[in-house]
C-alpha cells in the first residue's frame, strides 16, 4: 500500500463509527488475511481489489484500491455528501448500499454486474460451468445467474436468508445472504490472478478459494476461514475409502474439473458435499423452502447411491457408465454435489447444469416433478427430459447400441443388471407392441428415491438414486 493509501486507511478508522471500532487495527491490516482476498488486493500491480470508479464516486478518488471505504462508508457519508449510489438506507455494517433487498438488488451486485458497475472497469463473473467445465455458456455477471426464472432456476436467496437467520451460526436479519457461502474479507478469486478474471476457467497454477462454511461464520471475519484451502476440505477427503472420480472438462477426454489438470481423485477439489450438506442435510420440506426431496442423505450407506451408498451390485456391468467411470472399483463413488449442480443459478430447473462431464446437455430441462400423486396406479407417459442429465455419464440405448439417443429400454430392460425383465409390458407402459410409450423419469429418479412408484407386483424396492 503506498503511503497515501495507508494514510487515508488510518484516516478512514480513525473517522469510524462504532461498529468500525471492531475493525482491525490499520497495523495488522498489512498483514491481515483481508489483503490476500479479491476485495483486499492492492498489490502486486495490476492489483485487482475493490475499487470504486471514480468517475461515478468522485469522493474516493484517491482512495487505493482495496481499501474499505469502498465498501464501507461512516454514516453513509464521505467528506460531507453520500457517494453514489445513493438511496440505499445506511445499515449496521454501514456499506454503501442496503446489505440486500432483493433475489435482484443487492449491495453486492452493485459491483458484481457487467452493466453499470460501481466497481472501476466493471467485473466479468462466470457460471461453475465454465470456470470448472470450461464451457463458455455466455453467463458473464452474478446479477444475472440469480435473475434465472422458472422454468430455469436460481437459489432463492430470501429463502437463504430465512435458513441461515433460524441456525446459531450468528446471523442476523441483517445478513447478506450472499454472505451465507463468501466471506467478504477473506474470498478469494479462482483462479486468483487479475488478468486471468472473466476470462479464463480455473487453472491449476493460480488457485484461489472462494468459499466459507455457513456454519463455521463468526462475526470476526478474520476468524471465519475459507472452506477447500485447508487440508480435509478436498472432495477426496470427503470421499475417503470410497472413491471421487472429477469429470471431464467440456470437449475433452484428457482435461479435468475444476482446474484442467490430469488430477482425477479430488484432492484439487473444495469438498462440496460437505458445504452443500451444511444445510441441506436438513429438511426444506414444506413453507418457505418447498422443496419436495430433502433432506439430501450423501454421507450414509443407507443414503443415495451418489453419495456414499454403494451400487447395486459390484462386479460384472453393474452401472453401465460413461467414462471417465468405470465398473473397476466396486460401488465405492461418491459424486459431487457441482458436478451435476451450480450453486447459484441455470438453466434448467433445479439449478442443474447446462454442461456436464465434458459436454452439454442434449436438451433442456423444464419440469422435473409430476403432480403428486400422478404415478401411481399408473404411470402417466411422459417426460424424458431428466434423461439428458442423466446421459452425461449413464449410456442410453445409443450408447448401449440398441437404439436411439434418450431411449433408456436398455437400462431398465437389458443390461445384466437390468430391473425390470419382460412381463405383461401393459403395467407399466401405454401403448403397444415392443415399441412402448415411455414412462416420466421423475416418478423413479430423486434425490431418496426407490421405485416404489413401480405397480407392487414389479417393484424391486432398489434405491434409484
Ligand atoms: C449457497 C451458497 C452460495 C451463495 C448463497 C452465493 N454463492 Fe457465490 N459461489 C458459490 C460457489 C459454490 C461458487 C463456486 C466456487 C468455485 O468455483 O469453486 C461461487 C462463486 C462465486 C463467484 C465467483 C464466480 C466466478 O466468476 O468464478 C462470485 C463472484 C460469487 N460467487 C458471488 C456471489 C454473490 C454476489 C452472491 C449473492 C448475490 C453469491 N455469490 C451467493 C456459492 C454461493
Ligand atoms: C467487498 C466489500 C467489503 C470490503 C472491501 C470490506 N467489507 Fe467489511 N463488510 C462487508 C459486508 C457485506 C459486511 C456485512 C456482512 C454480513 O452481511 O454479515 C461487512 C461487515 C463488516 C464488519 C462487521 C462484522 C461482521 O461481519 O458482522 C466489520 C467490522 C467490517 N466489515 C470491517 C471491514 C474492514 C476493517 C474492512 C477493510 C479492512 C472491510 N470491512 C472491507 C463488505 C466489505
Ligand atoms: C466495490 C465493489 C465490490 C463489491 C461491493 C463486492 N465485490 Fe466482490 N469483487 C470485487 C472485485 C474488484 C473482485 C476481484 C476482481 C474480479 O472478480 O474480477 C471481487 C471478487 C469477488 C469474488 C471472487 C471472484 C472470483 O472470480 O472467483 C467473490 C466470490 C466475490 N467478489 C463476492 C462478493 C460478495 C459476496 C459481495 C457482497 C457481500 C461482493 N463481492 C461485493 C468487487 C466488489
Ligand atoms: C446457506 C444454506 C444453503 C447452502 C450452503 C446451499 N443451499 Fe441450496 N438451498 C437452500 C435453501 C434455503 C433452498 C430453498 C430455496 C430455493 O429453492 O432456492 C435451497 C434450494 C436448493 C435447490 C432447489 C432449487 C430450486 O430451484 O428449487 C437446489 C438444487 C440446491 N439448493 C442445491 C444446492 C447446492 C448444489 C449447494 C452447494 C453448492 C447448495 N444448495 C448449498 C440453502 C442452501
Ligand atoms: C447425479 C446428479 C446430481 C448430484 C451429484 C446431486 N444432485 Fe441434487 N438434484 C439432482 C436432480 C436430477 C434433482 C431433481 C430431482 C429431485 O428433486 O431430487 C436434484 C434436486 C436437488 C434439490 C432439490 C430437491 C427437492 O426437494 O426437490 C436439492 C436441494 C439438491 N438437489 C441438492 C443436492 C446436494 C446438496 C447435492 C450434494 C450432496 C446434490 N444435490 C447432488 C441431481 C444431482
Ligand atoms: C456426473 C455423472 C453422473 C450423472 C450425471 C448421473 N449419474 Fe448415476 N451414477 C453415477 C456413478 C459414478 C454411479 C455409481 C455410484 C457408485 O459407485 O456407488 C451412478 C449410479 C447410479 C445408479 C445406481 C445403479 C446401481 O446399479 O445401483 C442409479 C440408479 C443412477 N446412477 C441413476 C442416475 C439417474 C437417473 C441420473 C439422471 C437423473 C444419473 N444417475 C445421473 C454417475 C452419474
Ligand atoms: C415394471 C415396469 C415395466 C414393465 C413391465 C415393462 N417396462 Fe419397459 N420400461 C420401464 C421403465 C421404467 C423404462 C425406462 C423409462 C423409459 O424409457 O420410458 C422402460 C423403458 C422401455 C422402453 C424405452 C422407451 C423410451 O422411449 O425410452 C421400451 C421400448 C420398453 N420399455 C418396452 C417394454 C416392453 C416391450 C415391455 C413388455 C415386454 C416392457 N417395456 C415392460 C418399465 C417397464
Ligand atoms: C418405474 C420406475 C422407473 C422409472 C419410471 C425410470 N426408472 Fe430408471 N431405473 C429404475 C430402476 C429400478 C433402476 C435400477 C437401479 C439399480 O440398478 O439398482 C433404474 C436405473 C436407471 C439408471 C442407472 C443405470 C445404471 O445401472 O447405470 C439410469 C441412468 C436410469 N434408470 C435412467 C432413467 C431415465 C432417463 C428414465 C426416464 C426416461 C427412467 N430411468 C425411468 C427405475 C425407473
Same mark, same amino acid.
Given at each position: 500500500?503506498?503511503?497515501?493509501?495507508?494514510?487515508?486507511?488510518?484516516?478512514?478508522?480513525?473517522?469510524?463509527?462504532?461498529?468500525?471500532?471492531?475493525?482491525?487495527?490499520?497495523?495488522?491490516?498489512?498483514?491481515?488475511?483481508?489483503?490476500?482476498?479479491?476485495?483486499?488486493?492492492?498489490?502486486?500491480?495490476?492489483?485487482?481489489?475493490?475499487? &470504486?470508479?471514480?468517475?461515478?464516486?468522485?469522493?474516493?478518488?484517491?482512495?487505493?484500491?482495496?481499501?474499505?471505504?469502498?465498501?464501507?462508508?461512516?454514516?453513509?457519508?464521505?467528506?460531507?455528501?453520500?457517494?453514489?449510489?445513493?438511496?440505499?438506507?445506511?445499515?449496521?455494517?454501514?456499506?454503501?448500499?442496503?446489505?440486500?433487498?432483493?433475489?435482484?438488488?443487492?449491495?453486492?451486485?452493485?459491483?458484481?454486474?457487467?452493466?453499470?458497475?460501481?466497481?472501476?472497469?466493471?467485473?466479468?463473473?462466470?457460471?461453475?460451468?465454465?470456470?470448472?467445465?470450461?464451457?463458455?455458456?455466455?453467463?458473464?455477471?452474478?446479477?444475472?445467474?440469480?435473475?434465472?426464472?422458472?422454468?430455469?432456476?436460481?437459489?432463492?436467496?430470501?429463502?437463504?436468508?430465512?435458513?441461515?437467520?433460524?441456525?446459531?451460526?450468528?446471523?442476523?436479519?441483517?445478513?447478506?445472504?450472499?454472505?451465507?457461502?463468501?466471506?467478504?474479507?477473506?474470498?478469494?478469486?479462482?483462479?486468483?490472478?487479475?488478468?486471468?478474471?472473466?476470462?479464463?476457467?480455473?487453472?491449476?497454477?493460480? &488457485?484461489?478459494?472462494?468459499?466459507?462454511?455457513?456454519?463455521?461464520?463468526?462475526?470476526?471475519?478474520?476468524?471465519?476461514?475459507?472452506?477447500?484451502?485447508?487440508?480435509?476440505?478436498?472432495?477426496?477427503?470427503?470421499?475417503?475409502?470410497?472413491?471421487?472420480?472429477?469429470?471431464? &472438462?467440456?470437449?475433452?477426454?484428457?482435461?479435468?474439473?475444476?482446474?484442467?489438470?490430469?488430477?482425477?481423485?479430488?484432492?484439487?477439489?473444495?469438498?462440496?458435499?460437505?458445504?452443500?450438506?451444511?444445510? #441441506?442435510?436438513?429438511?426444506?420440506?414444506?413453507?418457505?423452502?418447498?422443496?419436495?426431496?430433502?433432506?439430501?442423505?450423501?454421507?450414509?450407506?443407507?443414503?443415495?447411491?451418489?453419495?456414499?451408498?454403494?451400487?447395486?451390485?459390484?462386479?460384472?456391468?453393474?452401472?453401465?457408465?460413461?467414462?471417465?467411470?468405470?465398473?473397476?472399483?466396486?460401488?465405492?463413488?461418491?459424486?459431487?454435489?457441482?458436478?451435476?449442480?451450480?450453486?447459484?443459478?441455470?438453466?434448467?430447473?433445479?439449478?442443474?447444469?447446462?454442461?456436464?462431464?465434458?459436454?452439454?446437455?442434449?436438451?433442456?430441462?423444464?419440469?422435473?416433478?409430476?403432480?403428486?400423486?400422478?404415478?401411481?396406479?399408473?404411470?402417466?407417459?411422459?417426460?424424458?427430459?431428466?434423461?439428458?442429465?442423466?446421459?452425461?455419464?449413464?449410456?442410453?440405448?445409443?450408447?448401449?447400441?440398441?437404439?436411439?439417443?434418450?431411449?433408456?429400454?436398455?437400462? #431398465?430392460?437389458?443390461?445384466?443388471?437390468?430391473?425390470?425383465?419382460?412381463?405383461?409390458?401393459?403395467?407399466? #407402459?401405454?401403448?403397444?407392441?415392443?415399441? &412402448?410409450?415411455?414412462?416420466?423419469?421423475?416418478?423413479?429418479?430423486?434425490?431418496?428415491?426407490?421405485?416404489?412408484?413401480?405397480?407392487?407386483?414389479?417393484?424391486?424396492?432398489?434405491?434409484?438414486?
Amino acid at each position: 500500500m503506498n503511503n497515501k493509501g495507508r494514510n487515508l486507511l488510518i484516516i478512514f478508522f480513525m473517522y469510524a463509527g462504532s461498529i468500525l471500532l471492531l475493525m482491525l487495527c490499520p497495523d495488522r491490516a498489512s498483514s491481515s488475511p483481508y489483503l490476500d482476498s479479491a476485495h483486499g488486493n492492492y498489490t502486486p500491480l495490476p492489483a485487482y481489489g475493490v475499487k &470504486r470508479d471514480p468517475t461515478l464516486v468522485p469522493q474516493l478518488d484517491g482512495y487505493s484500491r482495496g481499501n474499505c471505504a469502498h465498501c464501507h462508508e461512516q454514516h453513509a457519508s464521505i467528506g460531507g455528501a453520500e457517494p453514489a449510489p445513493t438511496g440505499g438506507s445506511p445499515s449496521i455494517y454501514e456499506l454503501f448500499y442496503s446489505n440486500y433487498v432483493s433475489q435482484t438488488d443487492n449491495f453486492c451486485y452493485k459491483c458484481h454486474t457487467d452493466l453499470n458497475s460501481y466497481q472501476t472497469g466493471g467485473i466479468i463473473n462466470r457460471s461453475y460451468s465454465y470456470r470448472a467445465g470450461n464451457y463458455n455458456d455466455g453467463l458473464n455477471d452474478i446479477l444475472e445467474a440469480f435473475s434465472f426464472t422458472s422454468p430455469d432456476s436460481s437459489h432463492d436467496l430470501g429463502d437463504i436468508r430465512t435458513y441461515i437467520t433460524a441456525q446459531s451460526w450468528g446471523y442476523t436479519n441483517y445478513s447478506n445472504p450472499c454472505v451465507a457461502c463468501h466471506n467478504p474479507h477473506r474470498l478469494q478469486g479462482d483462479p486468483a490472478n487479475s488478468s486471468l478474471y472473466g476470462s479464463s476457467p480455473k487453472s491449476s497454477t493460480t &488457485r484461489g478459494w472462494p468459499v466459507s462454511l455457513p456454519s463455521q461464520h463468526s462475526k470476526d471475519n478474520n476468524a471465519w476461514g475459507l472452506w477447500g484451502d485447508g487440508t480435509g476440505e478436498k472432495m477426496s477427503d470427503y470421499a475417503s475409502g470410497l472413491r471421487y472420480q472429477a469429470p471431464y &472438462r467440456n470437449g475433452s477426454t484428457s482435461a479435468y474439473e475444476p482446474d484442467g489438470s490430469t488430477t482425477q481423485l479430488g484432492t484439487n477439489l473444495t469438498d462440496y458435499a460437505t458445504f452443500c450438506q451444511d444445510c #441441506h442435510s436438513d429438511s426444506m420440506t414444506g413453507a418457505p423452502y418447498s422443496l419436495s426431496n430433502t433432506p439430501v442423505d450423501w454421507a450414509t450407506s443407507s443414503g443415495d447411491k451418489h453419495g456414499k451408498r454403494g451400487a447395486d451390485a459390484t462386479s460384472g456391468n453393474y452401472i453401465d457408465i460413461d467414462n471417465p467411470y468405470s465398473n473397476t472399483y466396486g460401488a465405492q463413488y461418491v459424486l459431487a454435489c457441482t458436478d451435476c449442480h451450480e450453486p447459484h443459478g441455470a438453466p434448467n430447473v433445479m439449478l442443474i447444469r447446462k454442461e456436464v462431464n465434458g459436454a452439454v446437455l442434449s436438451g433442456t430441462i423444464s419440469t422435473i416433478t409430476p403432480p403428486a400423486g400422478a404415478c401411481t396406479p399408473t404411470f402417466p407417459s411422459g417426460s424424458k427430459e431428466l434423461g439428458y442429465l442423466c446421459n452425461r455419464c449413464h449410456k442410453d440405448d445409443a450408447d448401449a447400441g440398441v437404439g436411439s439417443a434418450n431411449e433408456w429400454q436398455y437400462v #431398465h430392460h437389458d443390461s445384466s443388471d437390468a430391473p425390470y425383465g419382460g412381463g405383461m409390458c401393459n403395467d407399466c #407402459h401405454s401403448g403397444s407392441g415392443m415399441t &412402448r410409450n415411455p414412462i416420466n423419469c421423475n416418478c423413479c429418479h430423486f434425490h431418496g428415491s426407490t421405485d416404489s412408484a413401480a405397480p407392487s407386483s414389479r417393484r424391486t424396492n432398489r434405491r434409484t438414486f
